[in-house]
Nanobody, 126 residues
Framework: QVQLVESGGGSVQAGGSLRVSCAASGYTSTRSWMGWFRQAPEKEREGVAAIYIDGGSLVYADSVKGRFTISQDNAKNTLHLYMNSLQPEDTAMYYC???????????????????WGQGTQVTVSS
């Protein structure tokens, strides 16, 4: 059974930094995309960043380029998202995603992923 468990969210002031992590179990992520998404209240879930596991490819949403960094820790089967220069508009529930499917809009599309974690809240105050 695939399980994705996010951790590391919290509250921070604008300009601050946070790291969120996703521990994956029951799933072999080699040579496939995994991603981070976020959803603010009354907004659509949007892709933030994705990484092609063991392949080195990275993609970022324009809104986070230069501020967020996605990385993998194969030894611990863990995905990280380092978030710097956080702004109030980054406030959202952040979700880890796995189980990528081709032809569903690419690695920043929520329709491309089968498996989701429960989310971790990130709140940025001004």
């Amino acid at each position: 059974q695939v399980q994705l468990v996010e951790s590391g969210g919290g509250s921070v002031q604008a300009g601050g930094s946070l790291r969120v992590s996703c521990a994956a179990s029951g799933y072999t992520s080699t040579r496939s995309w995994m991603g981070w998404f976020r959803q603010a209240p009354e907004k659509e879930r949007e892709g933030v960043a994705a990484i092609y596991i063991d392949g080195g490819s990275l993609v970022y949403a324009d809104s986070v380029k230069g501020r967020f960094t996605i990385s993998q820790d194969n030894a611990k089967n863990t995905l990280h998202l380092y978030m710097n220069s956080l702004q109030p508009e980054d406030t959202a529930m952040y979700y880890c995603a796995a189980g990528y499917r081709l032809g569903k809009g690419g690695p920043l599309s929520k329709d491309a992923f089968l498996y989701w974690g429960q989310g971790t809240q990130v709140t940025v105050s001004s």
